[in-house]
């Protein structure tokens, strides 16, 4: 069972340029998020998808747009990339409902550096 | 806006000891908090979470000490051993339709020494 599956797992990108991070998940949850870590500001909410079809901002949305493409696949884009987007960029799913499925199941990671 | 509010961002604790990091919220329609633990390289992974209906929950030698009304809760780990050593993040959300974002804490790298 591969649980979130995140690819790439690193990218290199220069400023300007654009790409998309693309997170799967194989458990049927209804719940999906983006979000990047930055050292001592913990995990920051990009946007997240409470179930197929509906997309919502979090804390730190400006510069990123999301996809959620069906039930299983939510992607990240960066259409313009900044310096200031450089880091650890994590998705993670969850069903979101009721006393079972709350547990958030996150992928590995991609790291990204924008020079 | 810091939704959830961590404290310390580092901690260092001898074996054997009591590891104690705490968060504060602030969105009272949040009803679920767990803690979430992260090996460096790795995501984040549940440790152990609680409901506000209860005021403590405990798991091996982890517990969480919730108090509803000051909206605060609170990571304990009792007998801290060096395999701990990593960082723990609190998060509070909701778990019903309607309440699915999930927030998290600043983290705390915790360092177990001998």
């Known amino acids: 069972n591969a649980g979130v599956t995140q690819t790439p797992k690193f990218q290199v990108l220069k400023t300007g340029q654009s790409m998309t991070l693309q997170c799967a998940q194989d458990?049927?949850?209804?719940?999906m998020y983006w979000y990047r870590q930055d050292p001592g500001m913990g995990l920051r909410l990009i946007y997240y998808s409470a179930s197929e079809g509906t997309t919502d901002k979090g804390e730190v949305p400006n510069g990123y747009n999301v996809s959620r493409l069906n039930k299983r696949e939510f992607s990240l884009r960066l259409e313009s990339a900044a310096p200031s987007q450089t880091s650890v960029y994590f998705c993670?799913?969850?069903?979101?409902?009721?006393?079972?499925?709350?547990?958030?199941?996150f992928g590995q990671g991609t790291r990204l550096t924008v020079v | 806006q810091q939704q959830v509010k961590q404290s310390p961002q580092s901690l260092i604790v001898q074996k054997g000891g009591i590891s104690i990091i705490n968060c504060a919220y602030e969105?009272?329609?949040?009803?679920?908090f767990p803690w979430y633990q992260q090996f460096p390289g790795k995501g984040p992974a549940l440790l152990i979470a609680i409901r506000p209906d209860v005021s403590e929950k405990k798991e091996g030698r982890f517990t969480i000490s919730f108090n509803k009304s000051a909206k605060q809760f609170s990571l304990h780990i009792m007998d801290s051993q060096p395999g701990d050593s990593a960082t723990y993040f609190c998060a509070a959300g909701g778990s019903n339709f309607g309440n699915e974002k999930l927030t998290f804490g600043t983290g705390t790298r915790l360092t177990i020494i001998p």
């Open positions: 993670a799913s969850r069903t979101g409902t009721g006393a079972l499925g709350t547990e958030a199941f």
């Open positions: 969105n009272t329609a949040f009803d679920y």
């Open positions: 458990m049927n949850h209804n719940s």
